[in-house]
């Protein structure tokens, strides 16, 4: 790897061979602090997120004002499990689903290691199909939706196969056309916007707030199980507090500003999801505006790269003869997968994308909760970090795993799905149910894990 002449060193050519293995001390030296911001900005800069914006008024009901502190409120509260965590990169020098072997040990990181991997898939399978909406009115209807969702998967696992340094280097720039494309976009379209007036607070008021408030938590936290995958070669001395703030606003600034124009969106135009909303409001650029379809096309790549990145390396800690695969292989195949995912969900991307998104949260939070309570209250910031490939010096995990699937029983409970109400939630505000999966999942697990964490510890693991 060679140095450059303001020490800054050059990422390796070719395709990263480096998977899950701890990047020691010594090995760090990518001192680029702020790509801690760019990465997150660029890959939140994109169509997906207007679409979550987008579900407050045809979804749920809801007006201006209200969707408008949901987003505010909700996009905070998930991207603080992200910062925190992106602060462990740099201090372990490990992946973020390795570090989760120093709760839920071996087999129980496996597992969650494998729930990622849905996730990543999801996660993947939903940007792609925003684009392929695009394509379909960017081609005047001459390439169907299935067409645009191949095509930019494709691009985007050309992009991801290459890791960490390539990663970086497009996310540091992908986000200035989108900016400016987004600008356009909201000035063409405001002249349509509408402040939609505010329901009369209700329960089922306050219901429609809560659960679209769980979608957007979903979307913010939906990168805490890959956050330090993306600053383990950042030196070990950077201070946390910067890692952490600048992680914090590369997630919530475009997330806000993004949802926000969704919303707005919603209350100007028809359509079946952003790719229709965006469409109309550039239609009046004649020309001009297709040519930004097509750029808003392809920004869901910065958002996908990711998550095919951190599928591999997610494929690598479920066990020794997954991580002997090259992390790129599982891209590729992960990468397949959502493709065949996406192409029949395309027809119904609005209820896709709802349910997804809580889905998300769902298992995010108490897995979250967990990690948290082990760094603060078990650990106390101190890690062993030579101890991550190492069976036996890991915990046993059963508590973690206890704690967790109880988390999921409250998550049960309090779910609000279009197919599934939980029996707290329809008790709350029937039928329809308030969806607050997310917030007795948590606070669940975090109650059971200060529970038995300290049995497994007396057990000696």
Not at 123 to 143: D, E, F, K, N
Not at 185 to 194: C, D, E, S, V, Y
Not at 307 to 329: E, I
Request: hydrophobic fraction near 55%; glycine fraction near 10%.
């Amino acid at each position: 790897m060679a140095t450059n002449t303001i020490g800054v060193v050059a990422p390796e050519r070719g395709i990263e061979m480096r998977g899950i293995e701890r990047v020691s001390a010594a090995e760090r030296h990518d001192v680029r602090v702020f790509d801690n911001f760019t990465m997150w900005l660029s890959a939140n800069l994109c169509l997906p997120v207007v679409a979550v914006g987008a579900l407050a008024v045809p979804v749920f009901q809801m007006g201006f004002w209200d969707s408008a502190l949901a987003i505010m409120l909700f996009n905070c509260l998930g991207a603080l499990p992200v910062a925190f965590f992106a602060t462990l990169g740099p201090k372990l020098g490990l992946r973020q689903m390795t570090i989760s072997r120093f709760s839920f040990g071996w087999i129980g990181a496996a597992v969650m290691a494998l729930v990622n991997v849905a996730a990543c898939i999801g996660w993947s399978a939903v940007p792609v199909i925003v684009s392929g909406q695009l394509v379909y009115h960017l081609t005047g209807h001459h390439i169907p939706i299935w067409g645009g969702i191949l095509g930019i998967a494709i691009l985007t696992a050309f992009v991801s196969i290459y890791g960490y340094h390539y990663v970086h280097r497009y996310n540091r720039y992908a986000w200035i056309p989108m900016a400016f494309i987004f600008a356009v976009l909201t000035t063409t379209g405001a002249k349509h916007f509408q402040i939609l007036p505010t329901p009369m607070w209700s329960v089922a008021e306050l219901a429609a707030f809560v659960s679209f408030g769980g979608a957007v938590f979903g979307l913010a936290t939906s990168w805490s199980s890959y956050a330090a995958d993306y600053n383990v070669n950042q030196p070990e001395g950077i201070p946390s507090s910067k890692v952490f703030w600048l992680t914090f606003l590369g997630v919530i600034v475009p997330c806000i500003l993004m949802e926000l124009l969704g919303l707005a969106l919603s209350t100007g135009f028809k359509g079946d999801g952003a790719g229709d909303l965006a469409a109309g409001a550039l239609k009046p650029l004649g020309a001009t505006g297709t040519v930004m379809l097509g750029f808003l096309a392809l920004s869901v790549i910065a958002g996908n790269i990711p998550n095919d990145y951190s599928l591999g390396l997610s494929m690598q800690v479920v066990g020794r003869a997954f991580s002997r695969v090259n992390r790129a292989v599982w891209t590729v195949l992960g990468a397949i997968v959502y493709v065949l995912i996406a192409i029949p969900c395309a027809g119904r991307f609005d209820d896709t994308l709802k349910n997804f998104l809580l889905l998300v949260a769902y298992w995010l939070g108490p897995w979250s909760v967990i990690l948290i309570l082990e760094h603060f209250v078990y650990r106390k910031g101190k890690y062993n970090a030579e101890d991550w490939d190492t069976r036996t010096a890991l915990p046993a995990g059963w508590a973690a795993m206890t704690a967790l699937a109880l988390g999921l029983v409250g998550v049960y409970l309090g779910a609000a799905q279009t197919n599934f109400v939980g029996p707290l939630a329809k008790m709350i505000n029937p039928p329809f149910g308030m969806d607050i999966g997310f917030e007795l999942g948590m606070v669940i697990a975090g109650v059971a894990y200060l529970m038995l964490r300290p049995i497994e510890i007396r057990r000696g693991s």
